[in-house]
């Protein structure tokens, strides 16, 4: 059984940092998808960017060349860098995880993933 646990949320002025991290525990592979979703209130959950065996890519047009999903393999860890944080960034940020690398009309679908974690809150003010 795969456990997924985010650290690192916070509250943080525009134009700011945050690094996510995202820990792993139970048997995972560097082929398996992982993905970051995020979720503001009212919204739909939507993919922020994935990595799978080291590429990586960005779901959302609006992270783009600010947001950098990275993973390190030996400490089964996931990351997000978010730079250059906007107010519209505000929402819960969860990592998931899947055997399989699934696209629907070109972009990950929150129902293709089987384990996810709690989320971490990230709080932009403007």
């Known amino acids: 059984q795969v456990q997924l646990a985010e650290s690192g949320g916070g509250s943080v002025q525009a134009g700011g940092s945050l690094r996510l991290s995202c820990a792993a525990s139970?048997?995972?592979?560097?082929?398996?998808?992982m993905t970051w979703f995020r979720q503001a209130p009212g919204k739909e959950r939507e993919g922020v960017a994935t990595i799978v065996s080291d590429v990586s890519t960005s779901d959302a047009d609006s992270v783009k060349g600010r947001f950098t999903i990275s993973k390190d393999n030996a400490k089964n860890t996931l990351y997000l860098q978010m730079n250059s944080l906007k107010p519209e960034d505000t929402a819960m940020y969860y990592c998931a995880a899947d055997p399989y690398f699934r696209l629907h009309y070109g972009l990950v679908r929150e129902r293709d993933f089987a384990y996810w974690g709690q989320g971490t809150q990230v709080t932009v003010s403007s």
């Open positions: 139970g048997y995972t592979s560097s082929t398996y998808c």
